[in-house]
């Protein structure tokens, strides 16, 4: 079977334009393959600059790649006659809750997509509906969206994404800019989307967000180093540190009590397990 | 502080004609300031004040919300007052020095004044009573048969609701840069007006790039979101004519019948 997205050999250079010597290019993605079959949740994980935003911004044609190629459901994203298809099968979320809502009206914002689409008004209405109620927005959605906090104003962003009905959602760091309680709301509904058979793709660098993935690929200077199942990775702190990521607290914690001798397994990596390990020490 | 202001001038209730079409309004607002030029005599803006009353009567919409609009030009009709008071020769009524006021002259400035505020008045009617989002899709609607001449219709009406959308956006925006800048000692309150002048340099220059940010984002956003203009868009909310409409436009056709008919009638 076809996977959702194929990304062959992937580079993608930005070219900077200085007054004084010549243009120089800075290469974000370096020669980065990897395939996403239909219904996986991915979190894609990387300090700033490791290339992954950029990444992101390749897997529904809104950059093309310098060299390489990006297929979605066998669609190369260079060829203009599927762009649209190619957009609305993989829907995307951005990390600013401000800067990508079109509408002043809630309702009328998550319309926009499917309004693009050229979709039967009563259809958008039912879809519009759908999607407000899929984020727990519903009573919101005739309000201002200046009126709401950051973490709804982010659910309603995703609710236009859910409305264009897409195979895939690309989620670019949309916890980035939230408060603690938005963070929360916005994975819940992340989770419930991948439930529902969406192909999740979690730009991040949050390592809590990362552990909750089916799978991780960890991004540095702008090729893949690790693509792996969260678990691995967090086991070994070798890897976590050749990322230069920082340690999550947990991992940290565990590594420590390792350090001082006491018997505790490599593989613990939740606040539960690790409690749970720690009342079995003497 | 900033959470809380609104959008234009709206005021939210359910009347008849908050609930008539954009359209009908934005032509029958259009057809009101033709009939204020139409009108001359006093009589004639009698009729105009008396079907103004009915109307905001109908509109339920507070007569101190409507005057709060004037409050902002009172400067520009006690001008036009008194250029049209000392400029008119005729039979004098008062003299001192240079300045003389005639008969003709008052009869005309209380005319021209009285004009200005019913425009006013009636073009806030507008504003008051429907929302900026109908006002645009309306203006989109109407402007649609120019397209053909190059008129970009749609692209007009979706600028004008991006820029209202993003209003506040970019007031919480100042207010940050505001705050930014105070805590690195900037100060906004004190030095003659030159002096505050360009200490709003400060803010406007960060403000002035972040909307350049805040646009690119947009346009990101809107791009991903299968945004490719106008051709083939189809709106969930389409804006149709109901009977409300029709009784509206069969009443400003008789009025405009009246009003066109005073003109020819002997009256002060």
Known sequence: MEPIIRVENLTFEYRKVSPEGPATSFRAVDGVTFEVPSGEFVAVLGMNGSGKSTLAKHLNGLLLPTEGDVWIEGMNTREDDHIWNIRSTVGMVFQNPDNQIVSSVVEDDVAFGPENLGVDPMEIRRRVDEALQAVGMYEQRLKAPHMLSGGQKQRIAIAGAIA??????????????????????????????????????????????????????????????????????????????????????????????????????????????????????? | M?????????????????????RTKILGTLLYIIELFLVNSFAGFGLVILALGVLIGISKVPVRFIFRGLKAVVFIILLTFLLNLFMFDGT?????????????????????????????????????????????????????????????????????????????????????????????????????LIQRVKNMIPILIPLFVGSFRIAQDLALAMEARCYHGGVGRTRMKEIVFSRRDGVAGVLLAVFLGIVIASRWMPLP
Not at chain 1, 193 to 203: R, W
Not at chain 1, 207 to 215: G, L, P, S, T
Not at chain 2, 105 to 113: D, I, K, N, Q, V
């Open chain 1, 164 to 282: 264009m009905r897409p195979k895939c959602i690309v989620f670019d760091e949309p916890t980035a800019m939230l408060d603690p309680k938005g963070r929360h709301q916005v994975m819940d509904i992340i989770h419930r989307l991948h439930e529902a058979g969406i192909t999740v793709i979690l730009i991040t660098h949050f390592m809590e967000e990362a552990m909750q993935a089916d799978r991780l690929i960890v991004m540095k200077d702008g090729r893949i180093t690790d693509d792996m199942p969260p678990r691995d990775f967090f086991a070994d702190r070798e890897r976590i540190q050749r990322a230069r990521l920082e340690m999550p607290a947990i991992i940290a914690l565990r590594e420590e009590l390792i350090r001082q001798g006491l018997p505790v397994d490599a593989s613990v990596q939740t606040e539960e397990e690790l409690i749970e390990a720690i009342c079995q020490l003497q």
């Open chain 2, 2 to 22: 900033i959470r809380d202001i609104t959008l234009g001038q709206y005021y939210p209730e359910q009347s008849v004609i908050h609930r008539l079409d954009a």
């Open chain 2, 92 to 192: 004098v009524l008062w003299h001192w020095k240079f300045l003389t006021i005639t008969y003709e002259g008052l009869y005309r400035s209380c005319f021209m004044a009285l004009r200005l505020i019913l425009l006013i008045i009636g073009t806030s009617m507008l504003t008051l009573t429907t929302k900026p989002m109908e006002l645009t899709d309306g203006l989109e609607k109407l402007l649609k048969p120019f397209n053909r001449f190059g008129l970009p219709s749609h692209e007009i009406a979706l600028m004008m609701s991006i820029a209202l959308r993003f209003i506040p956006t970019l007031l919480e925006e100042t207010d940050k840069i505001m705050k930014a800048q105070q805590a690195r000692g900037a100060d906004f309150e004190s030095g003659n």
